[in-house]
């Protein structure tokens, strides 16, 4: 039995806007029923939101999720389908650990800084004092 949702009960459920749904159906990412000027969002919909938002969160930019949801598209999916998943995902970890090492060394410099500035107001106070 196929379930059906309401644009509302997504929004709800995955904490989007209904106008983040509208733009996902602009693009082609997911094609809900219509009756009337009412969204009927199917099982599969749901499913490809799901997708759509996860891909979104680990940074992939639309052109790769729509690659990426018609390879999912595919149940089955070719070997060769599935190479190129693959490839996309390494990709995007390579991207995430530079990130990764980036992140690390801002957050050291940030503390460094703060650490110098503790010194330096801690010598002014006491040269104040004095």
Known sequence: MTRIFTIRQLTKEF???ARTLRFYEEEDLIAPARRGQ?????????DRIMLI???????????????????????GGTAGQMV????????????????????????????DGIQSIEIALSTEIGQSAN
Do not use: H, N
């Open 38 to 46: 009412t969204r009927l969002y199917s099982d599969r919909d749901r």
């Open 53 to 75: 938002l996860r891909g979104r969160r680990l940074g992939f930019s639309l052109a790769e999720l729509r690659e990426l949801l018609d390879l999912y598209e595919d149940s």
């Open 84 to 111: 190129e998943a693959r490839r996309k995902f390494q990709e995007r970890i390579a991207v995430l650990e530079r990130q990764k090492v980036d992140i690390e060394q801002s957050l050291t410099e940030l503390r």
């Open 15 to 17: 904490g989007v806007t």
